[in-house]
């Protein structure tokens, strides 16, 4: 039995193994990239371009520059903020938050499971 309740569901957030947290770090998939590919979302990976869909830096893109899987956040080239001390700071993005709109293929596996569903065989 799953818990309803919202104490419960953090709790589960902040002690998930990391195997898992990995999937918290899947983000939507660009309507053209959707089509090609036949994935609705995929995880996010330094390098890959995304669009920021949800607060105060909606609309903006840029590319990852580190995940933190840990805390389940992104952290995109150019959003920056200034901190206490005046440093500029990049600032955490959730995944959820994210669309891919430009994936980096660099990664051979990434590119095979990437393909699998046009070939017909998902993995």
């Known amino acids: 039995m799953v818990s309803r309740q919202p104490r419960k ?63 389940g956040f992104v952290y995109v080239e150019g959003v920056t903020r200034t901190d206490s001390r005046g440093n500029t700071v990049l600032v955490p993005i959730h995944a959820s938050k994210v669309m891919i709109i430009k994936l980096d293929l660099s990664d051979e596996r990434r590119r095979e499971k990437l393909e699998s569903k046009i070939k017909g065989v998902a993995g």
């Open 9 to 71: 569901q953090r709790r589960m957030l902040y002690r998930a193994p990391l195997h898992l947290r990995g999937k918290l770090l899947h983000a939507h998939l660009s309507p053209e990239l959707r089509e090609k590919y036949g994935w609705r979302s995929f995880r996010v990976r330094v390098g890959d371009t995304v669009r920021i869909m949800r607060g105060t830096y909606k609309d903006l893109e840029g590319k990852v520059v580190e995940v933190d899987t840990e805390r």
